[in-house]
């Protein structure tokens, strides 16, 4: 299907595609915009929840990457879920358990069983073993086959691939609960649309690059950028009447700070946040009731995500599609026979995307179906009244 579409790809088309592969965002909207406002508001989502500026190159298919998929039926369109992300492991864990399945949380898997090349179950980390033909990991790729396989049952080359996987990040998470909205001074009227929208705080390129550099040489951003969010303005169940939840996705701190935090530092970046927004919306910072911040130790720590990176690898060209988690390994299903990857590290991940887990469900059921074909034809062999076949 994919090389039918291909076919009618002429050169103007394929050096685009090259470009947009290729270049940086900054690159893009200098080509397209004139204002450094518009330029600094677009170029956000070529860098968020990256380790690059937006005069990196290949940023500029980040934002394709965050512009994929659609939600009712409408392309590069987002939501927000009812009650919170939690409502959407519970519908899952719900539909799970309606056929059957046993669910536990707060139990640590502390090896994959591997015998001959083929996944033979788990053990957990208090030496309970369960058996199983088919083992599912969403862990980051660095954790299951670095942390709970042994080496000496995986190839060398991917092995190779794995240790080098970069996954850096400067992101720091703000969580607030506030008294009120904010009030804009260039638009001090309550509008869902912006309230209820996406709130960039970024000015210009420069503003964005020099936040970055800022972290390259290993200080955390004078100015962070943030990418800011107040879903209870239209999920009332998210706080008390009147009140209200702000999400912030900043950038950037120094990767380093993934091992070793600074605390006190950490605050006053998220200080600076707060100030910013407090900025352009007098009176935002008297608004704070509660405040929680989330840097790349605590996503590491808490979330395991390694580096903090929130999408379980950087999303560079040479880190994506048939590069991910390993060249020669995007197969759902490789290295080890009836382990299957479904985490946001491996094809078709990056993101919030459900690709993956869609992927291995199908994968996991086309093999199913094979094996149950290829036992009939062993058991109608077998059985045919001439002997042909029978041992």
Known sequence: MLLRRLKGVDERAAVDSVRLMSSSIGDLVEDRFTSDAVRGL???????????????AGTAYVTLHHH?????????????????????TGALASAARSFGAEIRTGTAVGRIEVAGGVATGVTLEDGTEIEADTVITTAH??????????????????????RSWKTRSGTVKVNLAVDRLPTFTSHPQFDPQIHGGTIVLAESLDDLEGAFQDAVAGRAAQLPFADVCIPSVFDDSLAPAGQHIVSMFTHWVPR???SAPDATQLKAYADRVVARMDSVAPGFADSVLHRQVIGPYEMKQDYHLIGGNIFHGELSLGQMFHARPA?????LRRPIR??????????GGGGVTGIPGRNVVHQVLDDRRRAQRRERLRRYVTRRPDGVGNG
């Open 327 to 331: 060249a020669g390994y995007a197969d």
């Open 141 to 162: 790729p660095q954790i299951s086959f670095l942390r709970l396989i042994e080496s000496g049952q995986l190839p060398e080359g991917f092995l190779a691939d794995l």
């Open 68 to 88: 994929l998929g659609e939600a009712d039926g409408q392309s590069r369109a987002w939501r927000f879920p009812r009650g919170g992300m939690g409502r959407v």
């Open 42 to 56: 677009l170029a956000v989502s070529g860098i968020i929840g990256t380790w690059a500026g937006p005069r990196s």
């Open 338 to 347: 009836g382990l299957y990857q479904a985490g946001s590290g491996t094809h």
């Open 256 to 258: 380093t700070w993934a």
